[in-house]
């Protein structure tokens, strides 16, 4: 039985949340505060953004040692433009713009003077890795952005970083040209050596067959060295293309990320979640009852009712927790009676124990305004304080504990001459723990004790037993075997639902009919 208390309904869940609202809040703000606290922890960056058009470096003439139509590659131009090779160029286009007093980053002079400067190989790899390139979808265009804690520096980077990409591609189109050439002039130079050669050769021929065969290879050779001097011709009038800056970057007015609440409202959504979740364990940890009238039915268990118990609710004397006649308390303490009697009439049963889980206090509140109650409905009622080793049940009523419960099932005294009436109504007896002893449960093992519940009987329709709790100690356990039925007494913000699964286990195992479940609200005044 005690497995089917992990089941949670949705309810449940909302319920856990509500209960812990505070909880949930509590790390909203904190996450709040860390989030702000984070983010002020953060260094401002400045983001500055150009564009760059890539063309296809060829774009006049034609050389079979250039692939004029080849396709951009833009996954190379991006790591190109990302590289610390271009990051050095962009360094040192900035120092000769800085000692030229120049602006223009595309101005030959600053270029030159560019090309003869060492930058040191830390400070490019730091702006390498301060340079984002990225290239929209389906377009040739590079979008370089330049991050820095300066919004001019991010800027003037960003710029650099464009035209230094430029030249690199400039230098690499050309440096292809000039070794085109180069390679043209040599070959050019070999086809006239061999013509030279061809020359003597032919005017040292002997026959008419030797002189016609070489004058063959005469004609290839000055076929050849045509064709190269027309693909000198065009390479003359190539012209390199890199690309150009679409647009120049400008400087950022404001810093890049998260916006200034954006910290604050994350945290606290994170921490909501995270108190949510703290909440919702937290609860399930809580052994306590979350919805009573539900999880007692899933121990099998009949909820008859519940009924306030807070002394300050209760008129009367020093200790008094009897309801007044007529009172909302009386009321619900006797539709309680009313519901429990129905139950009892049904299955013609007169003799119940009253007892809790682990807290005597609420079950001797519960059993003697249960007992008033029927009392007031008309039936003979007998109240017994059955907690021997904590008597309290009279100090309910404003009484003295004399003789009692010990003492007439020891024989000392008589039944009839122990017996209180605490009430304005003569339909209730009341028989106190009496004296104490040293072994209670001997006195409710014994034939004494089931003698003495044979001789009282037929005189009451109701015999109520005020027991101790079932697990604080074992007496209870021993009460129930005798009696007809058990009530069970559950105080929702107190009693645990393992206790609860424990008690009823232990009642179970004497042949103990539980017949009801009195839900005991500890209600402040």
């Known amino acids: ?48 953004e150009a564009k760059v058009e890539v063309r296809p470096l060829i774009v006049e003439g034609d050389s079979p040692n250039l692939d004029i139509n080849r396709q951009v590659s833009l996954t190379t131009e991006r790591s190109i433009a990302g590289s610390q090779r271009v990051a050095e160029r962009a360094l040192a286009l900035i120092a000769a713009s800085d000692e030229l007093g120049i602006d223009d980053l595309d101005d030959n002079t600053v270029d030159e003077l560019a090309s003869r ?15 984002t390139v990225t290239v929209p979808n389906d377009s040739h265009i590079l979008v370089i952005s330049g991050e820095n804690t300066d919004s001019e520096r991010a800027r003037e980077i960003t710029e650099a970083v464009a035209y230094a990409y430029l030249d690199f ?22 086809l006239l050596e061999e013509l030279d050669e061809l020359a003597r050769q032919m005017g040292k021929a002997v026959s008419e067959t030797e ?26 009038i190539i012209s390199v293309d890199p690309g150009y800056v679409l647009d120049d970057p400008a400087k950022s007015d404001s810093a890049a990320g998260l916006p200034p609440l954006a910290g604050p409202i994350s945290g606290a959504l994170l921490g909501a979640s995270l108190g949510a979740a703290a909440a919702y364990f937290a609860d399930r940890k809580d052994d306590r009852f979350r919805s009573v009238g539900t999880e ?22 020093s200790g008094s927790v009897i309801a007044e006649f007529g009172s909302p308390i009386s009321e619900s303490y006797r539709r309680v009676q009313g519901s429990l009697m129905f139950n009892l009439d049904e299955a013609d049963k007169s003799l119940i124990m009253v007892s809790g889980v682990d807290n005597p206090h609420s079950t001797t509140t519960v059993a003697a305004n249960l007992a008033v109650a029927a009392a007031r409905a008309g039936r003979r009622t007998l109240l017994i304080g059955a907690d021997l080793r904590r008597p309290s049940l009279h100090d309910r009523f404003g009484l003295e504990n004399g003789k009692g419960l010990t003492d007439v099932v020891s024989r000392t005294v008589n039944f009839e001459d122990v017996l209180l009436t605490p009430t304005e109504s003569t339909n209730l007896q009341l028989l106190t723990a009496g004296t104490s002893v040293d ?7 014994g034939t004494d004790f089931g003698r003495f519940i044979d001789d009282v009987k037929p005189e009451f329709d109701l ?22 039925g058990v009530v069970l007494v559950v105080e929702p913000g107190r009693t645990g639902r393992s206790a609860v699964a424990d008690s009823l286990e232990q009642l179970n195992r004497v042949g103990a009919d539980v017949v009801g479940t009195i839900v005991a609200e500890n209600t402040k005044s």
């Open 1 to 48: 039985m005690a497995g089917d208390t992990s089941v949670v309904s949705v309810s449940e869940y909302t319920s856990a949340l509500k209960r812990r609202w505070w909880l949930i809040l509590l790390c909203a703000a904190l996450g709040a505060i860390a989030g702000l606290f984070l983010l002020g922890l953060k260094t401002k960056t400045f983001v500055s």
């Open 117 to 131: 400067t060492l930058i040191d190989g830390e400070a490019a790899r730091v702006v390498a890795e301060s340079i």
């Open 169 to 190: 591609r400039r230098e690499a189109g050309l440096a292809a040209t000039t070794e085109a050439v180069a390679q043209l002039e040599a070959s050019e130079a070999d």
């Open 211 to 236: 002189l016609q065969a070489l004058s063959y290879r005469d004609i290839a050779k000055k076929e050849q060295l045509a064709g190269i001097g027309s693909r000198l011709a065009n390479l003359s």
């Open 296 to 317: 007692l039915t899933r121990l099998g268990l009949r909820p008859v009712g519940e009924v306030p118990v807070g002394r300050g609710l209760f008129k009367g004397g």
């Open 439 to 445: 072994q209670p449960a001997r006195l409710f093992q």
């Open 463 to 484: 015999i109520v037993f005020e027991a101790p709790p079932v697990l604080q100690v074992a007496d209870a356990v021993d009460i129930a075997r005798m009696c007809e």
